[in-house]
């Protein structure tokens, strides 16, 4: 029985919003080693604002040095001197920060990303069904850029800017009067204000244009896969129109995004415009007073001019950090997906050499409203084979599924050696179980990784050894880069005969205790099928298999045959005993008899 995927047009569930204190929370765990590092970057951070403070202190010296007459004029080398050496201090605080966070940024980036992959391969088989490879490799791909992205308008921008505001403040107040600080406070507040309260606004369009992004990625990736399908149907037209659907909603909300950040733009330039003219203004006034120097007019407006850049700045890094949020969102939300399968805490490793596996009145359904098992009950001795026949959708491969704990069994009990497989860790499990799948699928590289993937450390004579026992060796011979030969995405470059047999090799190279064998034949010709089977046959011998097969010949020989229907064992024994019961296999058995002599009529 094959569970049930997700309908074709299906989106991802919608993202649990988290604010920029909850996303910067989730994220101290995986900064907390780099703790060292981060305070030496703010150390050079803070150094870099003072040097930058005293730049416009030292030009008003230097401007009021200058402004006597020219016949007592002497150049003042010790400020400009000053000068220069403040001017490149900023630039080295400044690079070394880079050179001391840079490590972080990208480590922490590196480490959430691994942790989602794990988070993704740990997840059950339920979820990988439902998902959309395209849409969750492209939120894993922005959300790790979004991570770095964030630290460094952190580190680099916005306490920057929150630091030389605070500074330039003090500054003014302590050297004019309150009047300064008043223009200066009242120009940034209004200009936050502002930037805020438009950028919430428009953060629903980049939000509704990242979610299109990842639906056209979804469908193009789907798409792609396929590819083979969309030619048989001449349907080229019909998936354009489709991944279209999504690249047109991403356009009208990237065209809202757009406008909406002229104005947002236009309104900052507007504010910081008219604090700049309201400053300079009070400047010129105290000149013509007396009551100020060219030198502190010079200094008020460097200091204008410093605020300026940054702030300009600092309204695209919130516009850039509230997008970036929206990224990590999706990020967090694939860790957020909770593991219908998991250890227990105190479970054991199991230790399998000739097992004996049980199945005990196993009840189990893919949706909770529909069973698919009905109690099925068997036992595979140590060493022995067990068959299980029946016509499709009986819930065949759905036992080996179940073998693998794939999913978690709504009643009864699967033992491996008398030991629960609930008691036992998942990878002990895995590990001592070996498949050779109807439908193998193969990884996008060379032979020789394919069948290495049964043990990633065997050796190149131990692969040759399994591809000869999987007689596939003088065919890989054949080809002109031999184990190196590229099997292409899925395998599409091999036949399905060929790619059934690397699939064998791969099983036999990992030599298990348990070998379950899902219609390991059923893409090979009868010649290939018989000498299969006798390998097949031979490597069996010692371990305890589970042969799943809808072609009776192959289980002739096994120890014991179910005939499942409907999810509930309806007859069982050997092929002898079978066929003397005159039932639903010796029904089955004729049924195949007569298909395979007519063709040879």
Not at 99 to 128: D, G, P, Q
Not at 225 to 252: C, G, I, P, S, W
Not at 254 to 275: D, F, P, R, Y
Not at 401 to 410: A, D, G, Q
């Amino acid at each position: 029985m094959t569970p049930p995927s997700a309908p074709a047009n299906a989106d991802a569930p919608p993202v649990a919003e988290r604010s920029i204190g909850a996303i910067l929370r989730e994220l101290v765990p995986f900064l907390r080693p780099y703790l060292g590092r981060i305070l030496l970057a703010l150390a050079c951070l803070v150094a870099a604002k003072l040097a930058n403070l005293g730049v416009p202190m030292i030009l008003k010296g230097l401007v009021d040095g200058l402004d006597v007459e020219p016949s007592l004029l002497v150049l003042p080398v010790a400020l400009l001197l000053a000068y220069g050496a403040s001017r490149l201090s900023v630039t080295l605080f400044t690079e070394l920060r880079t050179i001391v966070f840079a490590r972080v940024m990208a480590r922490s980036s590196r480490t959430v990303m691994l942790r989602v992959f794990r988070h993704l391969h740990a997840l059950s088989l339920r979820f990988h069904l439902n998902r959309r490879t395209g849409g969750v490799a492209r939120d894993v791909e922005r959300g790790g850029t979004a991570i770095s992205d964030l630290l460094d308008w952190t580190i680099y921008t916005i306490l920057p800017t929150i630091l030389e505001i605070a500074l330039v403040t003090a500054v003014l107040v302590w050297n004019y009067d309150w009047g300064f600080a008043a223009i200066t406070l009242g120009t940034i507040a209004a200009y936050v204000a502002w930037t805020f309260r438009v950028t919430e606004w428009r953060t629903r369009f980049y939000r509704a244009a990242v979610e299109a992004d990842t639906r056209a990625s979804a469908r193009a990736v789907d798409s792609l896969l396929n590819f083979e399908t969309v030619k048989y149907f001449n349907n080229e037209e019909h998936e354009a129109r489709r991944y279209d659907e999504n690249l047109r909603q991403m356009e009208d909300a990237t065209v809202k995004s757009l406008k909406s950040l002229a104005v947002l733009n236009l309104g900052q330039s507007a504010i910081v415009a008219i604090g700049i003219t309201a400053l300079m203004w009070r400047a010129a006034a105290g000149v013509a007073a007396g009551e100020m120097t060219i030198g502190d007019l010079v200094l008020v407006n460097a200091y204008l001019l410093q605020l300026s850049a940054p702030l300009n700045f600092l309204g695209m890094v919130y516009r850039e950090v509230k997008q970036a949020i929206t990224n990590i969102e999706r990020l967090f939300g694939l860790l957020d997906e909770s593991q219908d399968v998991r250890d227990r805490p105190d479970a054991t490793t199991l230790v399998a050499t000739r097992p004996k596996v049980e199945f005990t009145d196993v009840h189990f359904g893919y949706d909770a409203r529909r069973e698919i098992l009905h109690g099925v009950s068997f036992t595979i001795p140590p060493g022995g084979t067990l068959a299980v026949v029946g016509h499709s959708g009986s819930g065949k491969s759905t036992l080996s599924r179940l073998l693998y704990r794939f999913y978690e069994i709504s009643g009864g009990s699967i033992a491996i050696d008398g030991q629960d497989l609930r008691s036992v860790t998942q990878d002990s499990v895995r590990a001592a179980i070996g498949i050779v799948p109807q439908d193998t699928v193969l990884f996008n590289d060379t032979i020789r990784y394919n069948i290495r993937y049964g043990r990633p450390e065997a050796s190149d004579e131990e692969v040759e050894a399994a591809a000869r026992s999987a007689h596939i060796h003088d065919f890989i011979l054949t080809l002109p880069d031999g184990y190196e030969s590229e099997v292409g995405e899925r395998g599409l470059k091999l036949s399905g005969g060929e790619k059934q047999r690397v699939a064998i090799a791969r099983a036999l190279l990992k030599n298990p205790a348990i070998l379950i064998f899902d219609e390991a034949t059923s893409a090979l010709d009868s010649a290939s099928e018989q000498a299969i089977q006798d390998e097949l046959d031979r490597i069996a011998v010692g371990r305890t298999t589970l042969v799943i097969a809808h072609r009776l010949s192959t289980v002739m020989d096994a120890d014991e045959i179910l005939v499942l229907d409907g999810g509930s064992v309806v007859e069982r024994g050997s092929h002898a005993a079978l066929l003397a019961r005159n039932g639903r296999y010796a029904s089955m058995w004729r049924l195949q008899q007569q298909e395979e002599s007519t063709p040879a009529a």
